[in-house]
């Protein structure tokens, strides 16, 4: 079982950055991948960055490529989300979740927990 609380959103103006943070509860936290999803106002949730169980390995929505990094700290139960050149329409609710999984995955439906999300605004 894992327990995740994102932090770390807010309002930005465009062109700035962001670091979003998700705390995990749970002794394997280091066994899962982890990944971030958003969703903005009447779209459906999607895919914006994954990281395997070690942190080597990550995956990116082409959307967020070269702007947005995925990273973790197994050592603090945490992933992070640095996001740089953000766009307004990089506003959403941004999501934490965690899939048994080795691999980074851009699946929705294999990851079984979720945070509550955290608000991401960006002013144009």
């Known amino acids: 079982q894992v327990q995740l609380v994102e932090s770390g959103g807010g309002l930005v103006q465009a062109g700035g950055s962001l670091r979003l943070s998700c705390a995990a509860t749970?002794?394997?936290?280091?066994?899962?991948?982890m990944a971030w999803f958003r969703q903005a106002p009447g779209k459906e949730r999607e895919f914006v960055a994954a990281?395997?169980?070690?942190?080597?390995?990550?995956y990116y929505a082409d959307s967020v490529k070269g702007r947005f990094t995925i990273s973790r700290d197994n050592t603090k139960n945490s992933v992070y989300l640095q996001m740089n050149s953000l766009k307004p329409e990089d506003a959403a609710v941004y999501y934490c979740?965690?899939?048994?999984?080795?691999?980074?995955?851009?699946?929705?439906?294999?990851?079984?927990?979720w945070g509550q999300g955290t608000q991401v605004t960006v002013s144009s």
């Open positions: 749970g002794r394997t936290f280091s066994t899962y991948s």
């Open positions: 979740a965690a899939a048994k999984f080795l691999s980074p995955i851009a699946t929705i439906t294999q990851y079984a927990y």
């Open positions: 990281i395997n169980w070690i942190g080597s390995s990550t």
